[in-house]
DNA sequence: TCAATAAGTTACCAAACAGTAACTATCAAC
DNA sequence: GTTGATAGTTACTGTTTGGTAACTTATTGA
């Protein structure tokens, strides 16, 4: 077997999967959008810490990643714009669930904690 | 149920389990350090790319975090330090394996589907 | 016509992260 | 006492990321 095999980033898809992922807020923002919190303003009421300008960027990202669509109805009034996952969004949020059970089995400290027990309670109500 | 929680980056346990490996090398290294590659030399011979510097950085990083050992054989002639994984570094780098098949069924060129053969072969000789 | 709502954009700033290149410390063998 | 190996450290630089605050565009209803 092959002694001389080299490893880099660019050749890593733990790494790639990880930067799909690694925007400070696109796990949550992944599960919001799950969970039919669809609307750039109802995102950002959910998440009173992130500023505009990231929450337009990620969004950016995430779409241009092939993780959510984002359509735009212009019928309305000022015009509505609604975020949903595409396909590999919704497999990505599968393994983003195994994760989220890994980090509350292994990560204890209150806070995290306490929220682990809210959204245990949402995943189970699914 | 509760209608306005509100989300956080630092009560979120997927992004705390996503910064424990975020680190550019970090997954790459526990996986290294798994199959046997466990001293500094044979580590940097294995990743051509990364800096003494950086190396040095991620190894302190793993460790205080808990997912790897740092043992000094002083009895050697040039002191001689092995790396291992904890118990919590091996349950890990399991949540890896699954990142890194999610990634080689949904992330497809050239370079990480070869990479993802040798690694397979790897994986499946364990 | 003027305020309100939705969904941003722009300019600017600070901290975190990755990288290069040169230097250090320890010991053993020659 | 100098060379070589192992395992770093230090100083400096450049890029990426996240953040604030103010401004913008489009439309509708009072």
Redesign the pocket.
């Given at each position: 077997m092959m002694e001389t095999n080299e490893y880099d980033?660019y050749s890593c898809p733990v790494g790639k999967t990880i930067e799909l992922i690694?925007?400070?807020?696109k796990p949550i923002i992944l599960y919001l959008i799950q969970h039919g919190i669809n609307?750039?303003?109802?995102l950002q009421k959910k998440m009173p810490?992130?500023?505009?300008?990231?929450l337009?960027?990620?969004?950016?990202d995430l779409e241009k990643q092939g993780l959510i669509n984002?359509d735009v109805r212009?019928s309305?009034?000022?015009?509505?714009?609604?975020y949903s996952l595409t396909d590999t969004g919704l497999s990505l949020r599968e393994l983003i669930d195994q994760i989220f059970d890994w980090g509350t089995a292994h990560l204890l400290d209150e806070t995290s904690q306490k929220m682990a027990k809210s959204l245990m309670l949402d995943q189970a109500a699914k």
């Open positions: 980033t690694s925007g400070r807020w609307r750039f303003g109802s810490k992130i500023s505009k300008k990231v337009t960027e990620q969004l950016r984002r212009v309305k009034h000022p015009q509505e714009i609604f």
